[in-house]
């Protein structure tokens, strides 16, 4: 027999359910642990109820469940009176917790991942167990807009009001060419853009001495970091290379007080001054970089790598462009979903190969680097990147990615629209 009514059960803001939650159902009840070694069979998905045999030995009953405006609402066909959650109905709902976790439930919401996944069966993979059922979606579309993000959605309006930079980058001409300058057969100064492992800390540039090889042409062996961190070189500087390794130094410090990813609690607004000042350094040490014939990106995995050397297995020599990349973002419609991604172009030419894992740049294969042009494009780049370089937006959450997304984009940026 069948209960008339569904036993309700308030769910978080965000859907998800905790253990103390459920424990809260019983009202203190001692349930029979005879039936805790339950087994879910799913049976059945249909406007939005999922239906599971639910069983103990040789008996079993038919539980329903749905996900209703934060309320989870459950029924058991044993016939229990609804004043508390029946034991079978508890049991099955903590094997579904210690199985697929509190988030499991925001699943069922409408137009969500269960829905779309029946929906849309090429893109989600199912999963059934003794648990009942499961799905997934499929990793090749990386991120998913209101359904599964890789990173949570960051504060467009804020983003976009992020100040532009406060000086200008006014290009150095050198009196010649950097490939023309003279280069000592026994020293040479090189410069390191230090690029932390997983966001640690944004980019920073450390000048070492190393000792170019016959032909003067590249770096055959260098000194320690701690020589240009602490201005302890073996090479005779003129004032202006003083005066630039000072920059690079203070940009060091610099960076050594905030984090490197920039969406993290909000660190644009935590720490807006310092990272102004921080992109305002990275424009002057821009500039004198590009006339230097030595300069070499670096991947930083712990502290302790600043009292070695260069190691040569996470160092490459690296071109700088003075072009400056211009974002854009496109919109793919591919019939059942949207693929949202981004484009750079300089002087109108698309670049490709982009990477997208270092704050403040853009690279082409991680051998040609260019600057962007302000923190506003940088927090876009972060949010893509971490995002895997794509969203998937399904066309039963468009009018809302519409509206949180696309119209505060379009003040600022080129969003086009394609068919594939």
């Known amino acids: 027999m069948r209960s008339k009514q569904p036993f309700i059960i308030s769910l978080l803001h965000d859907g998800r359910l905790t253990s103390e939650s459920l424990e809260k159902q019983t009202n203190g009840c001692l349930f029979s642990r005879g039936w805790h070694d339950t087994c879910l069979k799913f049976i059945s998905f249909e406007k939005g109820v ?11 009953y ?57 929906k849309y069966p090429l893109h989600f993979d199912k999963q059934e167990s003794n648990a009942g059922l499961n799905v997934f979606p499929r990793a090749e579309l990386k991120s998913i807009y209101h359904l599964a993000p890789t990173v949570p959605m960051p504060n467009l309006e804020a983003i976009l009001q992020l100040p532009l930079p406060v000086i200008k980058a006014i290009p150095v001409t050198p009196k010649i060419p950097a490939s023309a300058v003279y280069i000592s057969k026994e020293k040479a100064m090189t410069y390191f853009i230090m690029i932390a492992h997983r966001y640690d800390r944004l980019p920073t540039v450390i000048p070492v001495t190393g000792k170019p090889t016959v032909k003067r042409n590249t770096i055959k062996a260098f000194d320690s970091f701690t020589s240009g961190i602490h201005k302890a070189t073996t090479i005779h500087l003129s004032n202006e290379q003083k005066a630039f390794h000072e920059k690079c130094l203070a940009l060091f410090k610099c960076t050594e007080k905030i984090g490197g990813e920039l969406l993290a609690d909000g660190l644009f607004s935590k720490h807006l001054v310092m990272l102004t000042r921080v992109f305002n350094d990275w424009l002057q040490v821009y500039e004198n970089l590009l006339t230097q014939p030595f300069v070499f990106a670096h991947v930083l995995f ?44 300089v002087d109108g030419v698309l670049l490709e190969n982009l990477s997208t894992d270092t704050p403040l740049f853009v690279a082409q294969r991680y051998e040609r680097f260019f600057r962007l042009s302000s923190l506003r494009d940088a927090c876009l780049v972060e949010w893509l990147n971490r995002s895997g370089d794509k969203i998937i937006i399904f066309k039963e959450h468009f009018s809302l990615f519409e509206k949180e997304v696309l119209a505060p984009l379009q003040t600022c940026y080129t969003v086009s629209v394609v068919k594939q």
């Open 50 to 60: 999922l239906t599971l045999r639910n069983s103990c030995g040789d008996e079993s």
């Open 302 to 345: 712990r502290p302790k790598q600043l009292l070695t050397r260069p190691n040569r297995n996470y160092w490459r020599k690296v071109t700088l462009s003075r072009g400056i990349p211009v974002l854009s973002f496109v919109l793919a419609d591919r019939g059942d979903h949207y693929c949202f991604t981004m484009q750079a172009h």
């Open 62 to 118: 038919i539980l329903h469940i749905q996900v209703k405006q934060h309320e989870l609402l459950v029924t058991c066909d044993c016939g229990h009176d609804n004043k508390t959650i029946c034991m079978h109905a508890y049991w099955a709902l903590n094997r579904i917790h210690w199985n697929f976790h509190e988030n499991y439930f925001p699943k069922f919401a409408a137009r969500g991942m269960m829905d779309l996944a029946f």
